[in-house]
């Protein structure tokens, strides 16, 4: 089993403000995932990452970006959030072998 | 293009029953299939996944899955249900074509109600 924290767990902000959802992984897995999942919904990809230095778009499109400066850290920024960005946003991450994708608990965020 | 479907959005079986929830696939190469459990507020686990081999997988808290390539199916069964299992279950495939971007895509999701 991978080690993925994600922080914050819930967050409730206002509109127009910038916020960044941490997501870090201690098993050094080169492949790092964002998905995006409305309440009991499907899970939609954003953003991947394959290493250090590349970062990817998903299969939805998303006004948030992500960075990838060290293997172990991934973290998503809205610049300015919006109520339709209220969801759950799930971090993952990956191994080399055995193709299994390993999920953190999630963040809550609300836009009000 | 790759594809999974969940036919039921939810599934009501009896605690001692077996269960089965389905999910079916589509892909242009080999498969790679997973199952994962989400409980409420949590993130998704993994329970259990098929690559190669033997059709019958199984995983964690006594679920299997059987692997049917004619029928394109990959269901979950359990064969005693507990009311604990109650959660909501995703199917994800690949294909193996793909297999350097591990990208997963997810079915809609399936909500197992198990009921005392």
């Known amino acids: 089993e991978a080690d993925i924290y994600q922080t914050p767990r819930y967050l409730v902000i206002g509109t127009g403000k910038k916020i960044t959802l941490e997501c870090s992984q201690t098993m050094g897995h080169d492949k790092m995932y964002w998905y995006q999942q409305d309440p009991g919904m499907e899970l939609h990809l954003i953003h991947y990452?394959?290493?250090?230095?590349?970062?990817e778009k998903g299969d939805l499109s998303s006004e948030s970006t992500v960075s990838r400066i060290r293997t172990e850290h991934f973290p998503l920024t809205l610049e300015s959030a919006r109520p339709s960005h209220t969801s759950q946003y799930l971090c993952?991450?990956?191994?080399?072998?055995?193709?299994?994708?390993?999920f953190g608990e999630g963040s809550w965020l609300t836009v009000v | 293009a790759q594809s999974v479907a969940q036919p039921e959005d939810q599934v009501n079986v009896a605690e001692g029953n077996p269960l089965t929830v389905k999910c079916t696939y589509s892909?242009?190469?080999?498969?790679?299939l997973f199952w994962y459990v989400q409980y409420p507020n949590r993130g998704l686990q993994f329970l259990l996944k098929?690559?190669?081999?033997?059709?019958l997988v199984k995983g964690s808290y006594g679920f299997e899955a059987e692997f049917n390539k004619s029928q394109t199916s990959f269901h979950l069964k359990k064969p005693s249900a507990l009311v604990s299992d109650s959660a909501l279950y995703f199917c994800?495939?690949?294909?193996?074509?793909?297999?350097?971007?591990?990208?997963?895509?997810f079915g809609q999701g399936t909500t197992l109600q198990v009921k005392p």
């Open positions: 993952a991450s990956s191994a080399p072998v055995g193709n299994t994708i390993y």
């Open positions: 098929y690559i190669t081999g033997d059709n």
């Open positions: 994800a495939v690949r294909d193996d074509r793909s297999s350097n971007t591990g990208k997963l895509i």
């Open positions: 990452s394959y290493g250090v230095n590349s970062t």
């Open positions: 892909v242009s190469g080999n498969p790679y």
